[in-house]
T-cell receptor
Framework: GAVVSQHPSWVICKSGTSVKIECRSL??????MFWYRQFPKQSLMLMATSNEGSKATYEQGVEKDKFLINHASLTLSTLTVTSAHPEDSSFYIC???????????FGPGTRLLVL | RKEVEQDPGPFNVPEGATVAFNCTYSNSASQSFFWYRQDCRKEPKLLMSVYSSGNEDGRFTAQLNRASQYISLLIRDSKLSDSATYLC??????????FGTGTKLQVIP
């Protein structure tokens, strides 16, 4: 199957710092990428959907100024958590989907711990 | 009512047993359905798509009942390696994808 990578896999940072997470589709062109967040023992919650070359669409309740998403190329999307706080600690997972395909392929996730 | 609902479990079954999970969805206009598997602290991986006519992949059978708005996953001859959380995923209009909270399966030796 298709491969999606995420970097970094683990981040521990101080409150107030910004953290950038990269999501790459390694062997296909991802016209659409999704960013999810998953708190312990809860389901994946979609944060935003981004199409290459256009602005991301954020889900209700997700602050677009706090979670900056850039999808500048068909193989790379980034999520920047600005001024992270302890309540932002979570498992952030991206997924990617090729044009006119239904299947989403997930990255391995990034665990963020804000102290 | 949640858009996608699953029994969180856990389902504790002995090796070799058959186990079934259901997932209900509220939007009758939902278009596509999937089962994903998520191991502890890992990303979800696609297990199988669910087709209207039902489909089988080895020990796994998925069924869709549009009239009652549910999908099911049947696992036969459970293996220890089947222990995971099984996520029901529903795709609706505007490409919106909604995940269920997952059903945890624990296969016991």
């Amino acid at each position: 199957g298709a491969v999606v990578s995420q970097h970094p896999s683990w981040v521990i940072c101080k409150s107030g710092t910004s953290v950038k997470i990269e999501c790459r589709s390694l062997d296909f062109q991802a016209t659409t990428m999704f960013w999810y967040r998953q708190f312990p023992k809860q389901s994946l919650m979609l944060m935003a959907t981004s199409n290459e070359g256009s602005k991301a669409t954020y889900e209700q309740g997700v602050e677009k100024d706090k979670f900056l998403i850039n999808h500048a190329s068909l193989t790379l999307s980034t999520l920047t958590v600005t001024s992270a706080h302890p309540e932002d600690s979570s498992f952030y997972i991206c997924s990617a989907r090729a044009k006119r395909k239904e299947t989403q392929y997930f990255g391995p996730g990034t665990r963020l711990l804000v102290l | 009512r949640k858009e996608v609902e699953q029994d969180p479990g856990p389902f504790n079954v002995p090796e070799g047993a058959t186990v079934a999970f259901n997932c209900t969805y509220s939007n009758s206009a939902s278009q596509s359905f999937f089962w994903y598997r998520q191991d502890c602290r890992k990303e979800p991986k696609l297990l199988m798509s669910v087709y209207s006519s039902g489909n089988e992949d080895g020990r796994f059978t998925a069924q869709l009942n549009r009239a009652s708005q549910y999908i099911s996953l049947l696992i036969r001859d459970s293996k220890l390696s089947d222990s995971a959380t099984y996520l029901c995923v529903v795709k609706g209009g505007y490409q919106k994808v909604t995940f269920g909270t997952g059903t945890k399966l624990q296969v016991i030796p």
